[in-house]
């Protein structure tokens, strides 16, 4: 089983930045995608951002040009950029992550325990 560990989530004002991370660790052969989601209070858990293995990208279009999504493959760890921020940016972030375990087995249902991030005057 892998643990997905965040970090870097808090309170900032609109127009705001914060840097969110993501480090995986346990029985892990390799990753494929990785990515963060959020969820705010009483909506559904919504896709942010994605990135491959080879660091192909793809955003939600509410958070084009304002977060970038990057990761370093030695690391087992993805990062979330956040810019911009505003106050419908207001949620738990989760990270998620595909992996391929020691042994074979492959499952893409990894979840972080999710991170805070409160944008706010």
């Known amino acids: 089983q892998v643990q997905l560990v965040e970090s870097g989530g808090g309170l900032v004002q609109p127009g705001g930045s914060l840097r969110l991370s993501c480090a995986a660790s346990?029985?892990?052969?390799?990753?494929?995608?990785m990515g963060w989601y959020r969820q705010a209070p009483g909506k559904q858990r919504e896709l942010v951002a994605t990135i491959t293995s080879g660091g192909t990208t793809d955003y939600a279009d509410s958070v084009k040009g304002r977060f970038t999504i990057s990761r370093d493959n030695a690391k087992n760890t993805v990062y979330l950029q956040m810019d911009s921020l505003k106050p419908e940016d207001t949620a738990v972030y989760y990270c998620?992550?595909?992996?391929?375990?020691?042994?074979?087995?492959?499952?893409?249902?990894?979840w972080g325990q999710g991170t805070q991030v409160t944008v706010s005057s």
């Open positions: 346990g029985r892990i052969f390799s990753i494929y995608d």
């Open positions: 998620n992550a595909d992996v391929r375990y020691m042994g074979g087995y492959r499952s893409r249902d990894n």
